[in-house]
């Protein structure tokens, strides 16, 4: 029996590139108003979700329900002042948020949001366009939107915008390669990297029989490719620069980080830029690992389930499951410190993937070997490998205490050990104010 399917991407790639230029437009700019009204609504969301979780009403009072609060920030930001700080590099520095815009829409372009469907009398698929390497597109604006964060602290003149455009810099290197390696999972699974061929290699489950009992084992890599899927979820969150893992935008150590002198429609646009990368790594995680547009399993409950315009209700409802995800863990853990951050990345989430890839590719290589002696060598051969890797897992060493006591001289970064606050130099002690008095009683 054959458990893992794979799709066939020339099927899919051959429903694109038929649409006439106007009924593209239409796609883009409907992409477009989506994901403006998605970010309004998942702001929104995110106020009402953590307010529920700290015992308070959140906004209640523009529009129903509060629904028209975050239009009215929008305004707000958009009629104050828009400041461009002396030592700025004028250029970049309006450049900048921008670059994380662009490269925020552009990485929708691909995500399908359904099946085949009419519009204006021409049969179309609900995706913009597709590419037989449409998965590197979203990984290549993500690490493109980057840039804008990083031009936008350096741009700034002001050291904690570069130190938290730094800081982005450091985190998208170190969770893309993760991110990165949990997809290449995907593409030995599924034999494509096009969005929409990994929707349909997920399309049907396998048949499997017990007995008299016929079932399907779903065929959602969410089940089938477990490990790549709980890595890629938290490497998005640390690719998107949310909490757990705010760290460029660390309010309590940078003020605002790489944001840190914007103000009006620019700071706007990386606001937007944020919400819009929410959105896009969930359509993203929905995409590569749970069905996509298919109808929550089992599919059989109803015929027409993936049929017509009833794949994008599936399609937005898994994404705001993913999205709520993103709103719990803001209101539910505490930020890293950037030391334990690193290490889950680098110490953690990067070799437990290639130890998952090296088992994957051995079962794929060991299934499709001729002769069972040979099946089994390969397979036990690879087995033997990961468990020798858990084995010498390199563990935290325990801390042990220096032998003398640091009395603070030179123990950098430690400080000196008295209490006492040096005075400001912009500040007149008592003494230095009594001094010029006495003298003057004096003459």
């Known amino acids: 029996m054959t458990i893992l399917a794979r799709g066939n991407p020339d099927k899919t790639l051959a429903l694109f590139g038929h649409d006439p230029w106007w009924l593209m437009l239409i796609k883009a700019v409907v992409i477009f108003v989506l994901l403006v009204v998605l970010t309004l609504l998942t702001i929104w969301f995110e106020r009402k979700a ?14 129903p329900f509060g629904l028209l609060q975050s239009l009215a920030d929008g305004l707000k930001l958009a009629f104050k002042e828009d400041l461009i700080p002396k030592d700025a590099d004028k250029i970049v520095f309006i450049l900048a948020p921008v ?5 925020a829409i552009t990485a929708f372009s691909v995500i399908p949001l359904g099946g085949m469907v009419n519009l204006f009398g021409y049969d179309t698929p609900l995706q913009l366009t597709d590419l037989p390497v449409g998965v590197l597109l979203v990984l290549s604006c993500s690490a493109l939107g980057v840039y804008g964060i990083v031009l936008g602290g350096w741009a700034s003149g002001s050291t904690y915008s570069l130190l938290g455009s730094l800081r982005a810099a450091a985190q998208v290197i170190s969770y893309e390669i993760a991110m990165g390696l949990s997809i290449v999972a995907v593409f030995l699974t599924s034999g494509t990297l096009s969005t929409s061929g990994i929707v349909d290699a997920q399309q049907h489950g396998q048949p499997m029989t017990i007995g008299s009992t016929s079932f399907h084992i779903p065929g959602w890599y969410a089940l089938l490719l477990l490990p790549s899927f709980i890595i890629f979820c938290i490497s998005v969150v640390g690719e998107t620069n949310r909490a757990p893992f705010d760290l460029p935008e660390a309010e309590s150590e940078l003020v605002g980080g790489f944001h840190t002198e914007y103000s009006s429609l620019k700071f706007a646009l990386f606001f937007l830029a944020e919400y819009i990368n929410m959105v896009t790594v969930s359509a993203m995680a929905t995409t590569l690992f749970l069905g996509g547009w298919q109808a929550p399993f089992p599919a059989s409950w109803w015929p027409a389930a993936n049929t017509g315009w009833w794949p994008m209700l599936w399609f937005f409802a898994k994404v705001i499951v993913l999205l709520f995800c993103f709103v719990w863990l803001r209101g539910t853990l505490p930020r890293f410190r950037y030391d334990q951050f690193m290490r889950l990345g680098w110490k953690v989430l990067v070799p437990v993937n290639l130890i998952w890839i ?5 079962f794929y290589a060991g299934r499709n070997a001729v002769g069972l002696s040979t099946k089994v060598a390969v397979i036990g051969g690879v087995g033997l490998l990961v468990l020798l890797a858990l084995l010498f897992w390199p563990t935290r060493k325990e801390y042990k205490p220096p032998a003398e006591p640091d009395t603070g001289l030179g123990g950098y970064p430690v400080p000196p050990l008295s209490l006492e606050v040096p005075p400001s130099p912009g500040v007149k002690t008592l003494e230095a104010t009594r001094e010029p008095v006495a003298a003057r009683e004096g003459e």
């Open 358 to 362: 090296v088992a994957l590719a051995g």
């Open 99 to 103: 670059i994380s815009a662009a490269c």
């Open 50 to 63: 953590v307010a529920w979780m700290q015992v308070r009403p959140g906004p209640n009072r523009n529009g």
